[in-house]
């Protein structure tokens, strides 16, 4: 069972609306989350990077969400633009050592 | 200020053949990984190096894949007698220092491997 899960695998929206990513993790202890953005065909863009003691994150329209209890992170897009379409990547990165361990992706698709 | 640069882009071998992919760091960056992405999967991580050191390749296969990053150059990510199975695409990301679990790592757009 991969220690990052993310849901859903794919979403759909229209231009304009807003959505939220999840993400549960069994990584533990970890220094911190964080969210990569993946254009098709290219390499992963680091959106936002939390630390366990953090619970929000901004970064113009994305705020990221973590609850270390539960051992959950969300990624809440607000008002969705076309160039949003892309593989949204939640990473844990261990306290030892700089492995970080990938979740599935959630390929989100903008639609006008 | 470029990016982390990976070359080739695409990469085609035949089954047998040997396939080297190679990773320029951003400028002042030491610290480099290699990480594989198989079709419709998450990217796994294979090995991190730094300068003339390997630290850490405990998600590399342990036949046919190695990896170098030499004092001058970049690094290498060598894998010998591929098969159909190592057809993925391979990114590399480098960070500036280690030690910071806040550190970011700035990946390279990846060299989509295809093994006939």
């Known amino acids: 069972k991969n220690q990052v899960e993310q849901s859903p695998q794919s979403l759909i929206i229209l231009e304009g609306k807003n959505c939220t990513l999840q993400?549960?993790?069994?990584?533990?202890?970890?220094?911190?989350l964080r969210w990569y953005k993946q254009d098709t065909g290219r390499g992963p863009v680091s959106l936002t990077i939390?630390?366990?003691?953090?619970n929000t994150k901004s970064n113009g329209r994305y705020t990221a969400t973590l609850d270390a209890d539960t051992k959950q992170s969300s990624l809440h897009i607000t008002a969705s633009q076309l160039s949003d379409s892309a593989s949204y990547i939640c990473?844990?990165?261990?306290?030892?050592?700089?492995?970080?361990?990938f979740g599935g992706g959630t390929r989100l698709m903008v639609k006008p | 200020n470029a990016g982390v640069m990976q070359n080739p882009r695409h990469l085609v071998r035949r089954r047998g053949q040997e396939a080297r992919l190679r990773c320029s760091p951003m400028?002042?960056?030491?610290?480099v990984y290699w990480y594989r992405q198989l079709p419709e999967e998450g990217l796994k991580f294979m090995v991190y190096l730094q300068k003339e050191n390997i630290i850490d390749e405990s998600g590399m296969p342990k036949e046919r894949f190695s990896a170098e990053f030499p004092k001058e150059g970049p690094s290498i990510l060598r894998i010998q007698q591929v098969v159909r199975g190592d057809s993925a695409a391979y990114f590399c990301?480098?960070?500036?220092?280690?030690?910071?679990?806040?550190?970011?790592?700035?990946f390279g757009p990846g060299t989509r491997l295809l093994v006939l």
């Open positions: 993400c549960n993790y069994t990584v533990s202890p970890f220094s911190n």
């Open positions: 400028k002042g960056h030491s610290h």
């Open positions: 939390m630390t366990f003691s953090e």
């Open positions: 990301a480098s960070s500036l220092m280690t030690g910071s679990f806040q550190e970011t790592q700035y």
């Open positions: 990473v844990v990165v261990p306290n030892a050592g700089n492995m970080l361990t």
